[in-house]
């Protein structure tokens, strides 16, 4: 008997198959389970659907920095280019201004010969040089 009781304590919770009460529990946790395992399934559906998602998202914001990359750096360069061309053409301003200015001196000297007086030539680029006191 004791031997018995013993095996009860042990194996109580194990559903035997005999009588109606274990086959009763056993269909009762077998319909649990299945319930369990079908919200489980629908999770992970749900879950790998969301991955689908982010990943395509991924993609999409990946080719779209690689474009912005490359549309600024194209901007940037163009702007370098642009900034060379306009100090180029300054640069060459400058230097037509500085020739006119020889010119006009030369001119002027001409002009006081014949009794004109020349106009007064243009200041260099920067304004004029500073006066000592």
Known sequence: MEEEDEHDVLYG??????????????????????KREATHLRRIETLEDRVR?????????KKENETITKNISSLYDTAKRELKRKDEMLMEERM??????????????????AGQNPPPPKP??????PTKK
């Not at 919770?13 to 299945?34: L, P, W």
């Not at 037509?96 to 010969?113: E, F, L, N």
């Not at 260099?124 to 040089?129: A, D, L, R, V």
């Open 13 to 34: 919770d194990i559903v035997t198959r005999h009588g109606d009460d274990g086959t009763e529990s056993m269909r009762i946790a077998f319909d649990q389970m299945q």
């Open 53 to 61: 998602d982010v990943e395509e998202e991924n993609a999409r914001l």
């Open 96 to 113: 037509k201004s500085h020739g006119s200015i020889g010119k006009v001196a030369a001119s002027g000297k001409q002009q006081r010969r």
């Open 124 to 129: 260099p680029p920067g304004g004029p040089p």
